[in-house]
């Protein structure tokens, strides 16, 4: 495996493509602190010193999921704030509606089709942009809502405002500026994706997920180095917790790589002097067929309750009740339950075994013991279905995952120490390294170096991993990198004027 990133190095192209995302990785982390115009920063320096000094809590669920897409930006007021969310959220409901609508199913199918439903997805995300945009810095305006999305803020307020002059033009810059930042990285993703290495919109969230990875394990030390005079065994714990991570990460990796493969063998077929056919190949069903797209639907829904309840009422027994939906009991009952459901509903709407089985019976393909045609997309369905049932099982405990480690370790259950032992950060991460690792294997067995295995390749499908635009030309590279390392050291004298 070290053989094989050493040898990323010498593959011209390879190398091009891994420099381009890496400088377009760093432009993404400098939008996330710029905050934006209007808005004390120096009360959000003392808000995040305030909050480095206790658990590093985000508020209610909602409001940590939506930090994991922005990269902190969000909670630090910045251009970036809303991330990539909106256009993670317009592509699940594009992509939900193709498999539902029959006009749009019909489009997808047609040529140019899938340029034309990725222009409605882009189109459908600067609304949810704009009505996302207008909710945050109405928010930044309120001190009541404030509290909810920066926990703690109110303690280092002492009567001043977070946006000292909130008036209309200040409304419509903020919101020029926050819609702008958010299409800026569709197209950072974009360039990515077609110039770069990976799926570019999976390595902004990945990369935003990281980022909170540093402060986590300076918690982590804090939480742990505690009273250790007082408990030898607490520092037992994060060796403990380290391997157990270690474990966890293991499991994820081998349930996402886990596949079933159907035997299909195709009839031999003479066409004038050639023969097709004959051979047998496989056809693979992933176990964890949805993905993390059942954990994020359920965050989002399950939370929304309790955000409505905020607003209606402030009695005891909504109180009561907010806090059994936020994370208390009821959060993961429904949460365990609406996973299942959003991992069957995901199946039914993107897996398609009738049509299958006719693609399969037109090219003379047949499940050994299976007669082609409906007995063929009855086995196919009956087969996910079960599977599904595995993978919701694993999806489930994944969700609880992070509750459980901080109960038993007695950590808070909205610390940024615990997104990294499970739910949508772990998964995320997982799946974004291990599409990138095939796309960089891909590049070096096409120039016959040795893959990442020894035996064999990383699952996956290959065919849908290339990238089909140009690499970035050496100037293009050259004035990048050296744009960051001018900002860099203008950026590090003035951290050493300001200390």
Not at 43 to 72: C, Q, R, Y
Not at 155 to 175: I, K
Request: net charge positive; hydrophobic share 50%; proline share 4%.
């Amino acid at each position: 495996m070290i053989s094989a990133f050493l040898n990323t190095w010498r593959v011209p192209e390879l190398r091009d493509r891994i420099l381009f995302t890496l400088a377009m990785i760093v432009i993404v982390r400098l939008g996330a602190h710029i905050t934006l115009p209007g808005v004390d920063s120096l009360l959000i320096d003392e808000w995040t010193n305030h909050m480095a000094k206790n658990d590093g809590g985000t508020g209610n669920p909602l409001t940590a999921m939506l930090t994991v897409f922005s990269g902190g930006a969000l909670q630090q007021a910045g251009i970036f704030a809303l991330g990539i969310m909106p256009y993670i959220s317009a592509s699940i409901m594009v992509q939900l509606m193709t498999a539902v609508v029959p006009k749009l199913s019909k489009l997808s199918r047609e040529e140019g089709g899938r340029q034309k439903i990725t222009q409605y997805t882009r189109y459908l995300a600067l609304l949810i942009a704009l009505v996302q945009g207008y909710f945050l810095i109405a928010t930044l305006t309120s001190p009541d809502q404030l509290k909810q999305l920066m926990s703690g803020i109110d303690q280092v307020m002492n009567g001043r405002q977070l946006v000292p002059n909130p008036n209309l033009a200040w409304y419509a810059l903020s919101l020029t500026t926050i819609v702008t930042g958010t299409m800026l990285l569709m197209w950072i993703g974009d360039q990515m994706t077609e110039r770069g290495i990976g799926n570019g919109t999976s390595i902004i969230i990945m990369v935003n997920i990281i980022s909170a990875l540093p402060g986590a394990l300076v918690l982590a030390w804090k939480t742990f180095t505690t009273g250790v005079d007082q408990n030898a065994f607490l520092a037992f714990k994060p060796l403990f917790m380290l391997a157990f991570l270690v474990f966890v990460i293991a499991a994820v990796i081998s349930i996402t790589q886990a596949q079933r493969k159907i035997t299909v063998q195709y009839a031999k077929r003479v066409v004038g002097k050639k023969q097709f056919g004959g051979q047998t190949q496989y056809l693979p069903l992933k176990v964890n067929y949805s993905g993390v797209m059942p954990i994020i639907f359920v965050s989002a829904v399950i939370t929304l309750p309790g955000i409505a309840l905020q607003w209606i009422s402030r009695e005891p027994w909504s109180i009561k009740l907010q806090e059994a939906v936020g994370q208390g009991w009821l959060f993961y009952t429904l949460g365990g339950l609406g996973i299942f459901f959003f991992s069957y509903f995901w199946v039914a709407t993107m897996f398609q075994p009738s049509q299958i089985a006719e693609d399969l019976k037109r090219n003379g393909g047949y499940i050994p013991g299976v007669r082609p045609g409906k007995p063929t997309g009855e086995f196919l369905d009956f087969t996910m279905t079960r599977l599904t049932f595995a993978g919701a099982i694993f999806l489930t405990a994944i969700f609880v995952l992070p509750s459980g480690v901080g109960f038993l370790m007695g950590i808070p259950k909205n610390s940024p120490i615990l997104q990294f032992f499970g739910g949508t950060s772990l998964l995320i991460l997982v799946g974004v390294v291990l599409d990138v690792m095939r796309q960089v294997e891909t590049h070096l067995l096409q120039r016959h170096y040795d893959g990442f295995l020894r035996k064999g390749k990383l699952k996956g499908r290959y065919d849908r991993l290339q990238q089909t635009g140009a690499t970035a030309s050496s100037s293009v590279l050259i004035f990048l990198w050296v744009t960051i390392a001018i900002l860099t050291i203008l950026g590090a004298a003035a951290w050493i004027i300001k200390g």
